[in-house]
Nanobody
Framework: QVQLAESGGGLVQAGGSLRLSCAAS????????MAWFRQFPGTEREFVAS????????FYDDSVKGRFTISRDNAKNTVSLQMNGLKPEDTAVYYC???????????????????WGQGTQVTVSS
């Protein structure tokens, strides 16, 4: 496993942008595929976006495709989520997650990802 810490959440108006960052420690980030999930109150965590260990083949949920961009910098041990065109329905706690690169970053099930950050709140006002 790897230790993950998210930052960059906050309050933004609809149509605005935020950039979330996830800092990894304890292991080399290139050993892992990475993802972002989000959780609405009273619901399970749901998949947002993922990227494989070397930065290729980003994969998005349809609800964020064209608005969010996932990227990674293995040299800096960081993963980012650029969120543009934010909507009130994007309001949630956002989590960074990791899984060994021998798995598939197309697996959108939260239970398949075995390292998690503490989450960062994103609130979009209308």
């Amino acid at each position: 496993q790897v230790q993950l810490a998210e930052s960059g959440g906050g309050l933004v108006q609809a149509g605005g942008s935020l950039r979330l960052s996830c800092a990894a420690s304890g292991r080399t980030l290139s050993d892992f595929d990475m993802a972002w999930f989000r959780q609405f109150p009273g619901t399970e965590r749901e998949f947002v976006a993922s990227i494989n260990w070397n930065g290729g083949t980003p994969f998005y949920d349809d609800s964020v495709k064209g608005r969010f961009t996932i990227s990674r910098d293995n040299a800096k041990n960081t993963v980012s989520l650029q969120m543009n065109g934010l909507k009130p329905e994007d309001t949630a706690v956002y989590y960074c997650a990791a899984v060994a690169r021998s798995w598939s970053h197309y697996d959108i099930r939260a239970a398949s990802w075995d390292s998690w950050g503490q989450g960062t709140q994103v609130t979009v006002s209308s």
